[in-house]
């Protein structure tokens, strides 16, 4: 029997209440009045207020469902893990519970409420930092070791392990997380002292507590005086876990989105990454959109922009033009969970803001696609990869259906410089700059000018064009 959101939601949910944590519901995916962030990307995004002593939460033990868009873990859907909108679930203790007691709670909802195999099952402590003089957090591996942990399954790491602070300077500290162990067949087993495949074989399920335990300041880390523990696992992780799934895909809160796909284009099938990228995206466009955030030229508007172009050039390479979309966007609306009550408040609006965006885009589409034709004439059949990028600023057309279209008609399409080109554009783009929020990039996407297609490709060694459908 397989095991659905709903069954793990109400199983988490259970398990906390029952150890006296408020359930608060989500917040929604805009944040408010955090200008480091364009999305809430995680549950503790909304909490910080109650970490660094602002306010005061309702009860120091709280637990919710939070929606999450990762802009920067968008060209890394298709693999088996990465989402662009995904469900965490999250549990927190402000000034109350320490390690001892989160790591107790982690244990026993996975072994007893979920039933993992305790074998199935590794966790991650970090390892310290010599040079920052930030001690290992050795406390966290002798609770693991006392819950019943096998000694060599807990893995020391690096900086992965410790995070934040979410500005330059503010609480922070070491993190435990969870990985499932999903198998022989995803890589080697993981012996102590050895590598720890945490890409392929052991996948990440839960950030079982990040100890928010020191606060740097200009002067150096110091203790905190009220210390708080955050955690968040992903829900579509735990249901890939749990059932025994190759991706994320196969969970109910996907695969209607994947059979949807397959069933309309002849050319896809079920691991197809143009599928998977189109099932992601208009998930992830449904859920931003009914959230109240318009696609626009800038800001977070640019992203539902963004994705809802990419799915429609992933469809429309695929072969197909007249492809149900509206159909997509109520079927995705259907699957939302019963925990996100705003989308379904919010139909109406959802399903008229996407056919507006796609009857704009596929007027450029149509329009860059006859463009396309007269460059192909004026090249002699060969783009290069700067003048691909010109083409693809000024009309919105992924480069990939700019390459397909000069590949098919026996033209020759050279990549390489590209890759540069858009590298610099990406570079005056993008805000790159470490905000210390453990790896969660912001974007500044002010600047792009109105009828630019912000790109998702990238070239690898060879020159051809990976990272995209
Ligand atoms: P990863 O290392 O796999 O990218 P992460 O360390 O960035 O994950 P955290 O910031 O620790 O993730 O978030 C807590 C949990 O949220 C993760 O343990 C995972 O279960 C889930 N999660 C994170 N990113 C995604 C994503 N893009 N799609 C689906 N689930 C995610
Ligand atoms: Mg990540
Ligand atoms: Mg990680
Ligand atoms: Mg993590």
Redesign the pocket.
């Known amino acids: 029997r397989s095991i659905e959101s709903d069954e793990v939601v109400e199983i988490f949910t259970r398990f906390f209440e029952a150890n006296d944590h408020l359930k608060i519901p989500g917040h929604s995916l805009a944040p408010d009045n955090d200008p480091s962030l364009l999305f809430i990307n ?1 549950g503790m995004a909304p909490m910080k207020k109650y970490f660094l002593g602002q306010e005061q939460p309702p009860l120091p033990r709280l637990c919710n469902v939070q929606r999450c868009i ?1 802009t920067n ?1 968008i060209e ?1 859907v298709g693999d088996r ?4 909108y ?1 469900e ?1 679930l999250g549990s927190w203790s402000i000034g109350d519970y320490w390690k001892k007691t989160a790591i107790a709670l982690a244990w026993e909802l996975l072994t007893k409420g979920f039933g993992y195999p305790e074998d199935s099952l590794y966790a991650t402590v970090y390892a310290g930092n010599a040079e920052l003089g930030i001690p290992g957090d050795e406390d966290s591996v002798q609770y693991w070791k006392a819950v019943g942990m096998p000694d060599d399954h807990i893995v020391r790491l690096g900086d ?1 392990n410790f995070w934040g602070p979410a500005g330059e300077f503010g609480p922070c500290g070491p993190c435990t ?1 969870v990985f499932y162990d999903t198998g022989d067949a995803y890589g080697e087993r993981y012996v102590p002292g050895g590598h720890f495949d ?1 890409v392929n074989r052991y996948i ?4 079982a507590g990040v100890f928010m335990q020191f606060n740097k300041l200009p002067t150096g880390m110091s203790e905190l005086d009220m210390k708080s523990v955050d955690t ?3 829900l ?2 735990m249901l890939m876990a749990l059932n025994g799934y190759e991706t ?1 895909y196969e969970t109910d809160l996907l695969k209607p989105l994947v059979d949807f796909v397959v069933d309309r284009v002849d050319s896809l099938d079920a691991s197809s990454r143009s599928t998977l990228i189109v099932a992601d995206h208009i998930r992830s466009v449904v859920g931003i959109v009914a959230d109240g955030i318009v696609p626009s030229n800038s800001g977070a508007g640019y992203i539902p922009r963004r994705l809802i172009r990419r799915a429609i050039a992933a469809i429309h390479q695929a072969g197909t033009t007249d492809f149900d979309f509206a159909g997509m966007v109520q079927l995705a609306m259907d699957k939302a969970g019963s925990w996100n009550p705003q989308v379904q408040d919010n139909r109406a609006k959802v399903a008229e803001i996407f056919a507006k965006e796609q009857a704009d885009f596929e007027s450029v589409l149509e329009a860059g696609v006859r463009k396309l034709g007269d460059e192909f004439e004026r090249l002699n059949g060969k783009m290069d990869g700067a003048e691909a990028f010109r083409f693809f600023s000024t009309y919105g057309l992924p480069v990939d259906t700019i390459r397909d279209y000069f590949v098919s008609r026996g033209g020759a399409f050279d990549g390489s410089g590209f890759d540069t080109a858009f590298a610099e554009h990406q570079e005056k783009s993008r805000n790159a700059k470490d905000d210390g929020s ?3 990039a912001r974007l500044d996407l002010s600047d792009y000018p109105a009828t630019e297609f912000v790109g998702y490709s990238r070239l690898d060694a060879k020159g051809t064009i990976v990272g995209l459908f």
């Open positions: 995680s990762r873990d890394e893990h990465h989402l662009t995904f965490m992965d997380e945490d990440e399920i839960w950030n968040g696992a992903g579509e992780r994320v453990g790896g969660r």
